[in-house]
C-alpha cells in the first residue's frame, strides 16, 4: 500500500505554535517575577521587601492574635472576624523564633504608633496598660513573604493556644490567595509531590496490569467477573454481620440502613451474575480479543516502553509548562488585595490574559500530541501484527509504527490533538468563570 503524508499544513502550524509557545516562554521569563505571589503587605500597605522603606523587612509578622470570639466562628466556617488582624500585620527584618528574648525588629506601622499603650516598638502587650506585663509572642517560620505561627517550636502550650494558633493559619490559608488563578498555582506548589507520586502509582499500576495480562489473556476477564461479583457479595455479607452483630432494631435506625445496603450488593452481584449468562457470546468474544492482546505483547515487548516514555515526555513538559506558567501569571505589578490586603493581587497588563489563554491551550494541545504519538504507535504496530500472522514476514512492528508516524501522520496527530485541545480549553475557561 502506497502512502503519503496526511495534514502536512497542519503539521507544519503545530509547529509553529510551539515555537509561539517558546517566544511566550521567553517573555515571561525576561518580565515575569514569581517572588510577587507570595508578596506580603503590612499595615500601612506597604509591600514588604518592596521598596526603599521596607528593603530590609521582607516578611509579614502580625503582632497581635485573633480574639475568642473570631476563634470560635472560624470554627463554624466564618472567617469575617479574623479579616481585620491579618490586615495589621508589620513587616520584620527576620521572622520571630522561639527566643522570645529576641528583639522583633520591624518597620513600625501607623496604627502600631497610634497605639502607644498597647505597643512598645514592635512587641504587642495584652494587658494594653502602661505596665505593660502581658507580651504577646509565638514562634514563626517564613512561608514566602509571611512569617506564620509554628507550634511545633512551643515547649509548653495549652489547648487553647494551640487552638488559637491553628485557627489563624486555617483563615491565613484561607484567604491569602483566594484570587482563583494564584490559588491554583499555590495547590500545585504545595501539593507537587502528592501529584507526582499518584502519577507514579498510576504507571505503576498500568504496568502490572499489562503483565498480568500477558500472562493470564483471556482468564483476566473471568477473573474480572467474578471478582467483582465476589466483592458485591461479600459487601453485602459484612454489612448483614454488621447489623446483627452490633446494632438491634429498638436502639438504633442504622440496623435498618445496614439490611438495605446488604439487599442493594446481593442485588447488584445477582443482576452481575445474570448478565454473565446472557452475554456468554460477548464475554467469549472478549476473551479471545485479550488472549490476542496477551499474544501481540508477548511478541513485541518493546510495546511496554511507550507508556514509560510517554510519563516521562509528559512529566517533563508539565515542569516546564508550570515553572514558564509562574513567570507569565506575574507579569505587571503586585498590589494589595481588595478585602485581604495584606496579600497580593497581580495586576496583569492588556496582553498577559491572552497569553496566558493560548499558553493553557499549548499545555493541552502538546499533552494530546505526545498521548496521541503513543496510541498511534501501539494501534499501528497492533494492526502491522494482526495482519502478518500466519505469514513468513517477521515484521518490526513497534519500529514501523514509529516510522509511519514521523514519516506520514505527524499532522493528523496534530489535527486531532488540536480538537480535543479546544475543547480541553473552553472548557477550563467556563469552569473558571463559573466558580
Given at each position: ?227 467483582t461479583i465476589g466483592t458485591l457479595g461479600g459487601g453485602g455479607g ?57 499474544k501481540f505483547i508477548g511478541q513485541n515487548l518493546r510495546i511496554m ?39 497580593t493581587e497581580i495586576m496583569w497588563d492588556k496582553h498577559t490574559k ?82
Amino acid at each position: 500500500m502506497k502512502r503519503k503524508c496526511t495534514d502536512v499544513l497542519f503539521c507544519i502550524f503545530f509547529f509553529l505554535f510551539i515555537g509561539g509557545m517558546v517566544a511566550v516562554f521567553v517573555f515571561s521569563f525576561k518580565l515575569g517575577n514569581p517572588k510577587m505571589i507570595v508578596q506580603s503587605w503590612d499595615n500601612d500597605r506597604m509591600g514588604c521587601g518592596l521598596n526603599e522603606t521596607t528593603l530590609e523587612y521582607p516578611a509579614l509578622y502580625w503582632p497581635e492574635m485573633p480574639g475568642q470570639g473570631a476563634l470560635e466562628s472560624i470554627k463554624v466556617g466564618n472567617f469575617s472576624g479574623i479579616w481585620s488582624v491579618l490586615n495589621k500585620g508589620v513587616c520584620v527584618k527576620e521572622c520571630p523564633g522561639a527566643n522570645s528574648t529576641v528583639p522583633i525588629d520591624c518597620k513600625p506601622t501607623s496604627y502600631m504608633i497610634s497605639q502607644s499603650k498597647s505597643y512598645v516598638g514592635c512587641q504587642y502587650y495584652l494587658d494594653g496598660t502602661t505596665t505593660k506585663l502581658l507580651p504577646l509572642r509565638y514562634p514563626t517560620k517564613k512561608i514566602g513573604g509571611f512569617c506564620l505561627p509554628d507550634v511545633t517550636k512551643i515547649d509548653k502550650i495549652n489547648g487553647l493556644v494551640e487552638s488559637a494558633i491553628n485557627s489563624f493559619k486555617e483563615a491565613f490559608f484561607a484567604s491569602a490567595y483566594g484570587k482563583k488563578t494564584a490559588a491554583y498555582f499555590m495547590d500545585i506548589m504545595m501539593c507537587w509531590p502528592v501529584l507526582l507520586a499518584s502519577t507514579g502509582v498510576a504507571l505503576v499500576v498500568s504496568y502490572i496490569f499489562l503483565f498480568i495480562m500477558r500472562c493470564m489473556g483471556g482468564g483476566l476477564v473471568w477473573l474480572m467477573i467474578f471478582l467483582t461479583i465476589g466483592t458485591l457479595g461479600g459487601g453485602g455479607g459484612y454489612c448483614w454481620y454488621l447489623r446483627s452483630a452490633k446494632f438491634t432494631p429498638a436502639d438504633d435506625p442504622t440496623y435498618k440502613y445496614l439490611a438495605i445496603a446488604s439487599y442493594v450488593l446481593w442485588g447488584l452481584a445477582g443482576l452481575i451474575f445474570l448478565f454473565m449468562l446472557c452475554c456468554c457470546g460477548a464475554i467469549k468474544l472478549g476473551i479471545a480479543v485479550m488472549k490476542a492482546s496477551a499474544k501481540f505483547i508477548g511478541q513485541n515487548l518493546r510495546i511496554m516502553l511507550l507508556p514509560i516514555f510517554s510519563y516521562v515526555f509528559i512529566t517533563v513538559w508539565g515542569l516546564l509548562w508550570f515553572f514558564g506558567g509562574l513567570y507569565l501569571y506575574t507579569i505587571g505589578y503586585a498590589a494589595p488585595r481588595k478585602g485581604f490586603e495584606f496579600s497580593t493581587e497581580i495586576m496583569w497588563d492588556k496582553h498577559t490574559k491572552p497569553a496566558i489563554v493560548y499558553y493553557i491551550m499549548g499545555f493541552f494541545w502538546v499533552t494530546a500530541f505526545i498521548l496521541g504519538c503513543t496510541q498511534f504507535i501501539i494501534a499501528a504496530a497492533a494492526a502491522i501484527w494482526y495482519f502478518t500472522q500466519g505469514s513468513d514476514a517477521k515484521p518490526d512492528c513497534v519500529g514501523t509504527g514509529f516510522k509511519w508516524l514521523l514519516k506520514y501522520h505527524l499532522g493528523t496527530i496534530a489535527f486531532g490533538s488540536c480538537i480535543i485541545a479546544i475543547v480541553q480549553t473552553i472548557r477550563v475557561i467556563f469552569e473558571y468563570y463559573r466558580r
